[in-house]
């Protein structure tokens, strides 16, 4: 079974609209953390927020918030206001109680001005 | 500043020959990471080391070897032996405690003809 399932290959957003990025994980551990990342076209990945499976309340860095569902194991990137530099892929990741990654397939986005 | 580095950012190869990627951290971290990436595709693990002079074969080790002789260094061979070398190579490493979000270097595209 996949760790990490992203549904959404792709994805269109107009320029300062908000949007949804998908994830869904699959972990018997009590303990993990959930990751989002972003990738531009020149490869290097950036890390953008990051939810623990014992945290409250869901994560915000700026513009980006975790909406974590813990029942429904599913830990969706939300990005208001949506600027052209926001297209990229955007990679969901979960780290379980072992140092180990698993990475999802990722969501390309494009920004419409 | 601090970071990880890899080089060279482009690398061509001739079929039959071992080649060895350069990744060098500055971050103080525990923990080093090799994924490959294919073209439209997510990130898979090929090797990670949680300590010097220890590491651990990922999901695709098979072709590949790794050493961790100082805690900066954590260079990759991809030997003749892997058969489809081709693809876009990303170093990662995060600290063993917290959240261990993982830092990443601007990687290595390699190209095998």
């Known amino acids: 079974a996949q760790k990490i399932t992203q549904t959404q290959p792709g994805m269109f957003v107009q320029e300062k609209e908000a949007v949804t990025l998908d994830c869904t994980y699959d972990?018997?551990?009590?303990?993990?953390?959930l990751f989002w990342y972003k990738q531009p076209s020149s490869g290097e990945m950036i890390f953008l927020i990051y939810?623990?499976?014992?945290?409250?309340q869901n994560a915000t860095e700026g513009r980006y918030s975790l909406n974590f569902q813990k029942a429904r194991k599913s830990a969706n990137l939300v990005i208001s206001a949506s600027q052209l530099g926001d297209s990229a892929m955007y990679f969901c990741?979960?780290?379980?109680?072992?140092?180990?990654?698993?990475f999802g397939t990722g969501t390309s986005l494009t920004v419409i001005p | 500043d601090g970071g990880i580095t890899q080089s060279p950012k482009y690398l061509f190869r001739k079929e039959g020959q071992n080649v060895t990627l350069s990744c060098e951290q500055n971050?103080?971290?525990?923990?080093m990471y090799w994924y490959r990436q294919d073209p439209g595709q997510g990130l898979r693990l090929i090797y990670y080391?949680?300590?010097?002079?220890?590491?651990q074969k990922g999901d695709i080790a098979e072709g590949y070897s790794v050493s961790r002789e100082k805690k900066e260094s954590f260079p990759l061979t991809v030997t003749s032996a892997q058969k489809n070398p081709t693809a876009f190579y990303l170093c990662?490493?995060?600290?063993?405690?917290?959240?261990?979000?993982?830092?990443f270097g601007p990687g290595t595209r390699l190209t095998v003809t």
């Open positions: 080391s949680q300590i010097v002079n220890d590491f």
């Open positions: 972990t018997s551990d009590p303990s993990y953390g």
């Open positions: 939810q623990g499976s014992y945290d409250q």
């Open positions: 990741a979960m780290r379980e109680s072992g140092n180990q990654f698993y």
């Open positions: 990662a490493s995060s600290t063993s405690r917290g959240r261990r979000e993982q830092y």
């Open positions: 971050l103080n971290h525990d923990a």
